[in-house]
């Protein structure tokens, strides 16, 4: 497609990278067919074509308004768009780069500026996170009226598993798990299941106490150096590890996992740190993606024919570096995997989507469980902990990571 | 009173008669939701293309209705306001037939994306213009049914932009065109009265108005319904993948294939720039150093399919085929075919931008055509590759350019319009599928005299007699053949006079 960068942008690094972007895409069109915004509204400008036109006239020098910001903040950068994409085109990276051009020309109200503070001052810190919840189980029953939507947000109290990381034994073959934010408090049970799992194949897996959050929430809410800044603390609490042997990055939850696996690219930069990111790119993959490569005879049918639909996250279907092999591992262990329509549409959870689209999110997350429950599924399996928390609210099916189901 | 009315009206029009955006905005706004009233810039630009980006104008005014209530709301305030309207349904469209114009509302029928009826009793499907090509086929798979043609974009094009573009695919070979199957259309006309063209049965009597309505490229009315056939998914299906060589060899072996008797499902052809582009993107398995290949599939039960594949493998090995590999399964099929779907937008990784040509020729004249486009590009010094629907004679040269350099979309231009003129004087057409659109406009000129697009323009006025409907596309105005006809006569005012024209 013809460009026309203004100057000023052009001999910028994201200028440039910009400018590539949009030369590979050829305006057919073909992303629309995938994108879940412009299935449900018909209107070009929900549509990544139409989103990078409206990126490409901001690039090109004309001023953005609310009206830009308002279809970009409605992208859920679920990457379908990519998947689909014959000519290459990488739509979320371009869709960074706009967020933060028009961000930085359009103010917020002071509403939203508010949520989006708190998304990347509180959620995306596992302690403060951890409070949050605490405080918003004890004041439950308080959210009434205008607050009971809130309701929705607040993870249910899981019953303990019992067994933690001190029962498992150590292993030479060690492995680095992420632990992150929301995991921990939202739902402790998946990364206890996957240190059972693995500690049966005769794995370790650890964790550095040190890292945090991946930097998702904070990439995709315009904040780039601070994502970046979350790579490097997370690059320098895995390198002793690292050094010492670990064999791989698990990614339990395939969020954090997408954006874990884009540290090579987010550093490239960044001479003290672009070749030990790339690195930890090579080493990050999703915990399916292990054990697929692992002899998963010794688990047995553990299934024992249970109905399971699976839904698989947008970051494990379409981000790179990430491996689906759900299916497949559940299939073997025993599961009867049911029939679930439109598998390739977001559920509408998108890291924090689901809080700052509440509308959107809810239709997608309409039309996802009916595609989930159609199947009539004793339990539905996700890997990744935003779509378990998003779905697990408006259904009566129990959701799980699906790695909690091997355990 | 009347005279007040025609007074305001009068002072509201510009020059050349349209009417004033203010006062056409007003309008709008005041019959439908504001929010599905687009007039801001901003807004307006990314509806500033189709498929074809080389082509673009910002509309005045965008309109995205939901309902057909609606539809005919825009088209009598238009009619009203002597303002021309131009349909677009998903904007996938390679000949610019949805190309806005600057003066005109661009009236999107993307939110009628709603399968109204399956019937499987009289195997039809009752569809909104905004459905999805493939999703018709994917909401009755479950049934074994399926709708045949299939446009290489038909993951995103929408069933009205097929009806008005009448578009192939694949399948058109041995299924038929768009025109061969639907049985019923709404439309909308331009003074916003809704009508029924042809019925649930199969045939109607008076004029075949549904034939006229089929590929009428947005001129004659707004597409708001159709009914379209569903057939049978057949018992069996396979694709052979023929490589070869030498271009020639490819070219005959197509002729004869349907010489011997056979008619394949889908017998298409992609050269060796398009084989390399889309083997990086899809992982087909094509050997990217063939010089061409043919993908050809036949269809029916197991007996006819062993019957005809075996017939196929042997006039493929005398035509001088390299290799030759048989599908084994539906996944190794659809493999097969998905490098064919995605091989245009998948250009996109060797080139910034391509231009789509559509001729189509009589079968045994493609080996003559094709090298005769090799020479041209050598002359015009664009590259080029050939992806088409090589049984159906249907050339889809892409013309590989980039926009960002001065001159060179002029030149492919040139190159294009010389493509559709080598296609004519091999006895074809210029478009097969495409459409007129506004990139092969002045081809028309080559293509039918004067007496002809005379009456084509008289069509045009039973329907829509103030012009209003999508003007500028499919049809030249005699003024504009004029010019063009100068223009190539005498070379002079060409962008590149230096170079020669067939």
């Known amino acids: ?407 | 009173m009347s005279d007040v009315i025609s007074g305001e009206r009068a002072a509201a029009l510009d020059a050349d008669g349209a009417a004033s955006k203010a006062t056409l905005v007003a309008a709008l706004t005041a019959a439908l939701p504001h929010d599905i009233v687009l007039t801001d810039e901003e807004s307006l630009r990314p509806f500033e293309c189709d498929g074809l980006s080389a082509y673009r104008a910002l509309p005045m005014i965008a309109v995205l209705p939901a309902t057909v209530a609606q539809v005919q709301t825009v088209m009598r305030i238009c009619h009203a306001h002597d303002t021309p309207v131009v349909a677009r349904g998903a904007g996938t469209g390679l000949s610019g037939g949805a190309l806005p114009l600057e003066k005109g509302v661009l009236l999107s029928l993307a939110k009628f994306n709603r399968i109204v009826d399956i019937d499987t009793d009289n195997l039809r499907a009752t569809v909104q213009p905004g459905v999805r090509n493939l999703a018709i086929s994917e909401a009755v798979d479950h049934l074994g049914l399926y709708y045949a043609p299939d446009p290489s974009s038909q993951i995103a094009c929408s069933i009205g932009g097929n009806v008005a573009e009448n578009s192939g695919g694949v399948h058109c070979l041995k299924y038929g065109l768009t025109t061969h199957n639907i049985v019923r259309l709404e439309i909308v006309t331009v003074e916003g009265e809704r009508l029924t063209i042809g019925s649930d049965a199969l045939d109607t009597p008076g004029y075949d108005l549904l034939a006229l309505m089929t590929g009428s490229e947005g001129l004659l009315g707004v597409i708001v319904e159709i009914v379209v056939k569903l057939l049978p998914k057949p018992e069996l299906a396979r694709v052979a993948l023929i490589a070869f060589d030498d271009l020639r060899a490819a070219g005959n072996a197509v002729a004869d294939i349907i010489k011997a008797g056979i008619i394949p499902a889908g017998l298409e052809m992609l050269d060796s720039p398009a084989i390399v582009a889309t083997e990086a993107f899809v992982h087909a398995g094509y050997p990217t150093d063939a010089t061409a290949i043919l993908l050809c599939e036949v269809d029916g039960t197991t007996a006819e399919v062993d019957e005809d594949m075996a017939r196929v493998q042997a006039v493929a090995e005398a035509s001088g085929a390299t290799e030759i590999r048989v599908s084994r399964d539906d996944a190794e099929r659809a493999l097969f075919w998905a490098g064919r779907k995605a091989a245009f937008p998948a250009m996109g990784r060797i080139s910034p931008d391509y231009y789509c040509m559509d001729g189509t020729i009589p079968r045994a004249a493609l080996s003559d055509v094709l090298i005769g486009i090799a020479e041209l590009s050598e002359h015009y010094g664009q590259r080029v590759a050939n992806v088409f629907h090589a049984g159906d004679g249907n050339l889809h040269p892409l013309i590989l350019y980039d926009a960002n350099q001065p001159g060179e979309l002029e030149r492919t231009e040139a190159f294009g319009g010389a493509i559709c003129e080598l296609c004519l004087k091999h006895g074809g057409t210029i478009t097969g599928e495409h459409g007129v659109g506004v990139e092969k406009i002045d081809q028309m000129c080559v293509q039918f005299p004067t007496a002809e697009l005379q009456q084509f323009h008289a069509v045009k006025a039973a329907f829509d007699e103030k012009t209003l409907l999508n003007p500028g596309k499919a049809v030249p105005t005699l003024h504009r053949c004029a010019e063009f006809g100068a223009m190539h006569v005498h070379n002079g005012a060409l962008p590149f006079p230096e170079l020669e024209r067939l």
């Open chain 1, 1 to 407: 497609m013809q460009t026309a960068i203004i100057e000023s942008l052009r001999e910028t690094t994201d200028g440039q990278e910009a400018e590539r972007i949009l030369r590979a895409c050829t305006h057919c069109g073909f992303c629309t067919a995938t994108c879940p915004t412009y299935q449900l509204t018909g209107d070009e400008r929900d549509s990544p074509r139409g989103r990078i036109y409206l990126i490409k006239q901001t690039l090109e020098g004309a001023e953005p308004t609310a009206r830009t910001q308002f279809h970009l903040d409605r992208c859920l950068t679920c990457r379908a768009c990519e998947t689909t994409c014959p000519s290459g085109v990488e739509y979320a990276r371009l869709a960074d780069i706009g967020r933060g051009l028009v961000d930085s020309q359009v103010e917020r109200p002071p509403r939203e500026r508010a949520i989006r503070w708190g998304l990347r001052h509180i959620v995306a810190h596992r302690r403060r996170f951890a409070f949050l919840v605490a405080l918003g189980r004890a004041m439950s029953p308080l959210l009434v009226g205008r607050l009971a939507p809130l309701r929705d947000k607040i993870p249910p109290r899981r019953t303990s598993t019992g067994q933690d990381s001190h029962s498992t034994t150590a292993h030479p073959r060690r492995m680095l798990m992420l632990q992150g934010c929301v995991q921990p408090s939202a739902a402790p049970n998946t990364n206890a299941a996957a240190r059972r799992v693995f500690d049966r194949l005769g794995i370790s897996l650890i964790e550095a106490e040190t890292a945090g959050c991946c930097g998702a929430l904070h990439q995709h809410l315009s904040h780039r150096e601070t994502a970046r800044e979350q790579a490097r603390r997370n690059i320098d609490a895995w390198w002793p590890y690292i050094a010492d042997g670990a064999e791989a990055l698990v990614m339990t939850a395939s969020g954090c996992g997408a954006q874990v696996a884009e540290y090579g690219h987010l550093l490239r930069d960044d001479p003290a740190y672009a070749d030990k990111a790339a690195r930890v790119t090579e080493l990050t993959h999703d915990v399916s993606d292990i054990l697929a490569k692992q002899d998963l005879s010794g688990l047995g049918d553990i299934g024992t024919g249970r109905r399971v639909a699976y839904h698989p996250p947008c970051t494990l279907q379409n981000a790179p570096g990430l491996h689906d092999h759900v299916a497949a591992i559940l299939a073997q262990a025993g599961f009867k995997l049911t029939h679930v329509g439109d598998a390739h549409l977001c559920c509408g959870s998108a890291g924090s989507y689901s809080i700052l689209q509440p509308e959107m999110a809810g239709e997608l997350r309409r039309h996802k469980l009916d595609n989930l429950e159609s199947g009539t599924p004793d339990v539905i399996a996700t890997a990744n902990i935003g779509c378990q928390l998003h779905l697990e609210a408006a259904t009566g099916v129990p959701v799980r990571h699906w790695i909690e189901l091997l355990a």
